[in-house]
């Protein structure tokens, strides 16, 4: 059914040394099927149990980024030959997607900006005539914006479970304690306003690079009247030194303390990770989005 190289080659490209190749010459499609399946369960089993025999340690990631199954595949892309219909789809949406409410805006702001990824959230299709609101409904029911909407859900709910947590240790404890929330690339803050509304004893730090966003966040904490539970400020999520001091920064809000809890929301376009920090404590609340 497939040829023996491709399955070769396919196994040569898993990203681990963990892994077993075995060939069943006599058998064909269902191998678990054939005459021989007793010694493919065999082999599957003990597979399994050498595997789960072995204590798990997170792998090394710090240098991906120069060396790993990621960095290939981003050089094998970068080297792609041309492929006709991505021009085709690129001169297409640069001609007509004025049209369309969610790819004008794409267009003027950046397809990963907060003015773009708003419509995406909204999922509500718009344009200039039916045409355009045809094509919105089409860009906004893209696999990847389906994605998008499933891991706001999904952040959301864990969000909701990491303050929930705190809540109910609140109540049996002498010292209750004052949850906070850092999102360090908030775009417009889908996330963080959410959370901001359900949790009224939550206090925000709310970060982002454009000056544009954060006049976004500051009229919207406004508007929802949560402005003395928000502190906005324009830094870059990729610079260490905006990292550097999180003490109080404005008389207005009350900032983040690094001896109180931070909850990190995710950054945008990266792969983040969402803790909570107790005092003298730590517990891990997600990792990875």
């Known amino acids: 059914m497939v040829d023996k190289q491709a399955e070769r080659d396919f196994y040569e490209a898993i990203n681990?040394?963990?892994k077993r190749w075995q060939l069943y010459p006599d058998s064909y499609h269902a191998i678990f099927h054939e005459t021989n399946k007793a010694d493919v369960f065999a082999d599957c089993i003990e597979f399994a149990e050498q595997v789960f025999s072995k204590d798990i340690e997170a792998p090394d990631l710090s240098l991906a980024h120069m060396n790993s199954a990621s960095k290939d595949k981003v050089?094998?892309?970068?080297?792609?030959?041309?492929?006709?219909?991505?021009a085709i789809t690129r001169f297409a949406m640069q001609k007509f997607g004025h049209v369309s409410d969610a790819i004008a805006t794409g267009l003027e702001?950046?397809?990963?900006?907060?003015?773009?990824l708003d419509h995406v959230?909204?999922?509500?299709?718009?344009g200039q005539?039916?045409?355009?609101?045809?094509?919105?409904?089409?860009?906004?029911?893209?696999?990847?914006?389906?994605?998008?909407?499933?891991?706001?859900?999904?952040?959301?709910e864990l969000a909701r479970e990491a303050l929930?947590?705190?809540?109910?240790?609140?109540?049996?404890?002498?010292?209750?304690?004052?949850?906070?929330?850092?999102?360090?690339?908030?775009?417009?803050?889908?996330y963080a306003f959410d959370?901001?509304?359900?949790?009224?004893?939550?206090?925000?730090?709310?970060?982002?690079?454009?000056q544009h966003n954060i006049q976004a966040l500051q009229a919207k904490a406004e508007q929802l009247e949560?402005?003395?539970?928000?502190?906005?400020?324009?830094?870059?999520?990729?610079?260490?030194?905006s990292y550097s001091n999180m003490q109080k920064r404005s008389a207005n809000a009350k900032s983040l303390d690094d001896k109180n809890s931070i909850l990190l929301s995710p950054l945008a376009c990266l792969n983040c990770f969402l803790t909570i920090h107790y005092q003298r404590q730590h517990w891990q609340a997600f990792m990875t989005v």
């Open 226 to 241: 949560i402005a003395d539970r928000v502190l906005t400020c324009q830094k870059d999520a990729f610079d260490p030194a």
């Open 129 to 156: 005539n039916k045409f355009g609101q045809a094509v919105d409904k089409f860009y906004l029911s893209n696999i990847g914006w389906q994605g998008i909407r499933i891991r706001r859900e999904h952040i959301l």
């Open 164 to 190: 929930a947590d705190i809540e109910d240790k609140n109540q049996s404890s002498t010292k209750p304690y004052q949850p906070k929330l850092l999102d360090i690339a908030s775009g417009h803050g889908f």
């Open 109 to 116: 702001h950046g397809f990963d900006s907060g003015h773009s």
């Open 121 to 126: 959230y909204y999922n509500q299709p718009s």
């Open 75 to 86: 050089d094998r892309l970068a080297i792609k030959p041309f492929n006709p219909s991505f």
């Open 195 to 210: 959370l901001l509304i359900e949790f009224t004893n939550l206090h925000a730090e709310l970060r982002d690079y454009e």
């Open 16 to 18: 681990t040394t963990n």
